[in-house]
Each structure stands twice: as C-alpha cells, then as structure tokens.
C-alpha cells in the first residue's frame, strides 16, 4: 500500500491489544467459567477427571452442541427455532424404521437429513414468503413433527436396525482416537459453520437480517430466501444430532429429545447469540453447550440433587445475558 | 446537461392530488434543498425520483434521456441513490461491510466463493478518505457517531457510481458538530460532480450547502431559485402561504 495514511485507517481497530479484544467477549468470560468449574471439580472429586467420565461429558454435551450451531444461525438471523427437539425425534424414527425393514444405513440416513431438512425449509418458507412469527411457526412444528414421529413408529420402541445394525451403534456410540464419534463430528460442524458465518456472503447476509432487516431488504439482500436456507440449516443440524442419538442410545422411542430445544437455546444465547438478533458464533454454541453438559454432570458428582439443575442452568443464562447487558452500557 | 429533470409531474392517489406539474431540473454537483410542510408532498416526490412509485403523469430524463422506473432497482441501475433516513444500515456490522452490503465482493478458493474482506476494507478505507471522514473500515457502526453513520451510508452510494443522491433528513436527529460532518460530507459529494437532494426542514443547513432552494406547498412546486438570491425569511414564508410564488 502506497499511502501510510490510508494503511493505518485499515488496520486499525477500536481495540488496541488482542487482549483487549478476547476479554470484551461474552464467550471468553463463559469460556473462563467452564475451565473454572473443570478444574475445581478435578480438585472437589475423584471422580471428575476420569477417562470414562471425561467421555461420557464430551458426547453428551456433543448433541446439543450440534443443535446449537444451527439454533445459532437462526438466532442470529433474528428468528427463533422452537421445532429441534421434534426434528431430531422425527429424524430418529425416520432412520430407525427405515433400517429396521432392512435398508441400509445409508438410505436411511439421507431420507432422516431429507426429512429434517424438509421441516426446516417447511418453517422457513412460512416465516420468510407467509410473514407468520418464528416463535408460532415452529410451536406449530414442534407438535407436528413429534406427532408425526408417534404416527411413523406407531409409537413403539424400535431397536433393531437390520444389516446396518452395528454401524449405526458404532457411529453414535463408538470412539476413534479416544474420542466420542459425536464429539468428531460436532468438531467438523463447528469449523464449517464457523467457516461459513465468516467467509460466505451466506453468513455476511444472516447477520445482516439479524442487525437489520430492513437495511437488507433495502440493499438487495434476498431476505426471504436467506431465511429459508437458514431454517434448513438448523434442522439439517437437528437430524443429523438425530442419527447419532439413535446409535448412541441403541433404541429410539417418541419422547427422544422432548423439551431439548429450551436446552439447545439456553447453549446458544449462554455462547453469545443475541436474541434480538445479529450476534452469535459457532464457538459460542459449543462452549454454551459444554457449560451446560459441566454444570449437569458436576451437581451429580457432587451429590447435589438433579432437582437444582434447572436452577444452576437457569441462573447461568440470566448472567451471562446481564453480563454482556452490562459491557455493551460501559463502552 | 441536467443530470435529473422533471417535466409536468403530477401524482395522485384516489381524489387526493400529492404533486401537480411539478417541473424541476437539476445540473451535476447541484446541491438543491427541498423545503416544505408536513404533507406538501417531499416524501412523494423523492419516491417518484427513487422509483419507489410511478408518477401519474409527466416525464422523468436522467441526463437527458427520458426514463421510466418500474421499481427502486431501476432508479439505483440508473444512478439514482438514496440515504434513507435510518441510513438502512446494520449496527452489528463493520463499516466495511455496511458499505458493501448486498453487494459483497468474492473471491474463489477452489470452488467456494469466499468474502474479499481485504478489498472491502482498501476499497472503503478509499471512500471515507475521498469524503474526507475519519471513519475507520473496521470499526463496528454500533460504536459510531451520527456523522461516521452518514459517512458509511454515503459511501455506500459512491460505490456503485451515482449521478445524483436524495437524502431524507439527514441533519434530523443529530448533533450540531455532527451536523457540520454531515453537510462537509455533501460538500464533498457535491465536489464529485454528484449531484445532491437535501430533503430538510433545518433552514440554516439547507442555506450553508445548497446551491439552490426549492419549496413545495400543497403538491405544487411554489418556489425554484438559487438560494444566494433568496433568504431564510422568503423561503419560510414561502412554505407557510405567507407569500403566494418566488
């Protein structure tokens, strides 16, 4: 660059150091707080910091995670996605009954994402071309796909799963590495949809509608379809969280995932997601996600009853939303 | 050559007649001030020339050439832009990224298109140093004065090579050393041979940029003059009825 003037007008920034920058995030905070309740539980039990709990935590918390990246595109676009937890039981049968007749695990798979990614467009284009609400919408949607899951399984337990069997157990529920396939792939999903919010006009526009929608609308930001490919998005993320909770859990009934997406919220506003809109990271939702899994798994080991979970989860969102309440009237 | 030219526009809705043959021209650089009363059909006017409706009757030329708008798209092809008086712009954003919203630059890795950030920030840093305004590429809007904002959303209208650029109430709601921003921001519009419609009700801003004042009063253009041969006290009475025509 020729002109010194014009380089230091484009590098610089409102923070001087990137210390500065880290500590102003919401995310870094809740982050600290995580390691914080880590290590005084390695301190507090013997039971903490143990191979088999560690993995136990990392694929528990792996599910809501991968619900949470999506959850995060839609709350960052200004909308709200009340229809996960149904999506991932309606994903769940999908793949459950299509095995269990004796396809393969790859058809069954692709007809679960289809149907997943079916619910959210469905969502998506009564929201974006019909102008209903987002919080009606996907109530509405919550009901039905869970319904229509009781009517594809007749509302029986399904645990076999044809010649595909011990696959689909070794995807939700097998290790490489040491590492949950769970965790693998919410790792993969995370980098993705980080790489996208950042890097694709895609992730520019959803946080554009989320800031201002009528700012988009006004730059020729095609809004409507913006939106529907978001919804797609968070129930691509569901569905897939579906087919793996199947494996995990070897057995899939109706009331998987009931009342899971007030979970997957709470993982995405904790991580950052700004329910107004137009705020949110891919890291936020898993570290949202993580926090919550630490908190539930530390009042077990420390005897507390699971009665006061709600209550430790509950408080978490409230501070950490006043947290950044607070910042954002400082600066 | 005029860069914008009305002839004879009148515009109705049902009974209600918001413009009667309003003729107006306007040459490169001009910076004309739109005066009127609440209801005395600015905004109507200003939608007539940004396409947002279409005239009832009369003709629009776009240097010189007659044109006729369908829709905002065909006004903004034509070199038409407008600052909306939100500015239409999202705090959550970099200035960098407000300037090229909707219209962000990519570049190929493979086959994915990915934002040109890099050219963004230059391309911006370029503007604001073009309109002569401290804003930075990388800093958010929502930590931005009033003038910055201006800035960005003038930016906006210089990326994509505007003939003539209609802001609403610019100077509405912010503050007098922001005002001074503002206009030194039409100054430098103005410099560039854009052409500028300053739709105010503040007369001192209108007196220290425009080169011309024009007053609408129930839909009819009632005044059209150069507004060194006219005065804060002809132009509001003017705008009021006090005194008929100029």
Known sequence: MSDPTLADAINRSQHHGLIARITSQQIFWVFMAAVFACLALTILTDSFATERNLFNVTRNFAFVGIIALGMTAVIASGGIDLSVGSTLVISAMTVSVIMSAGMPFWVGCLAALSVSMLVGAINGVLIAYAKMPPFVVTLGMLSIARSLAMVLSDNKMIYEFGPDHDFLLWLGGGATFGLPHPLIILIILAVITAFAFRQLRWGQHLFAIGGNENAAVLTGIPVARIKVSVYMFSGLMAGIAGVLEVGWLGGVTTNLGQAMELTVIAAAVIGGANLAGGGGTAFGAVIGALLIEVIRNSLILLGISTFWQGTFVGAFIVIAVAFDRFRQEKT | ?246
């Open chain 2, 1 to 246: 050559m005029n860069v914008l030219e009305l002839k004879n526009i009148s515009k109705s809705y049902g009974a209600i007649q918001a413009l009667r043959d309003v003729s107006l021209a306007i040459e490169p650089g001009e910076v004309v001030g739109l005066m009127g009363d609440n209801g005395a059909g600015k905004s109507t006017l200003v939608k007539v020339i940004a396409g947002n409706f279409a005239p009832s009757s009369g003709d629009i030329f776009i240097s010189d050439q007659r044109t006729v708008f369908h829709k905002p798209l065909d006004a903004q092809k034509a070199g038409v832009e407008v600052v909306y008086q939100d500015l239409a712009i999202c705090n959550n954003m970099t200035a960098a990224s407000n300037v090229f919203l909707g219209r962000e630059p990519t570049r190929k890795i493979g086959p994915i298109k990915i934002v040109d950030y890099a050219f963004m920030r230059k391309r911006s840093a370029e503007l604001f140093a073009r309109l002569k305004s401290e804003t930075r590429p990388r800093d958010l809007v929502h930590r931005m004065s009033g003038g910055q904002r201006q800035a960005v959303a003038i930016a906006r209208t210089l990326l994509s090579d505007a003939k003539i650029v209609l802001m609403d109430e610019p100077t509405a709601a912010i503050s007098v050393r922001q005002v001074a921003e503002v206009l030194n921001l039409i100054r430098q519009l103005s410099d560039h041979g854009i052409a500028v419609v300053l739709i105010s009700h503040r007369m001192p801003d209108v007196f220290e940029v425009a080169h011309k004042v024009v007053v609408l009063r129930r839909g009819e253009l009632v005044a059209d003059k150069k507004a060194s041969d006219s005065s804060p006290e002809e132009i509001t009475g003017l705008i009021t009825g006090a005194i008929e025509t100029a």
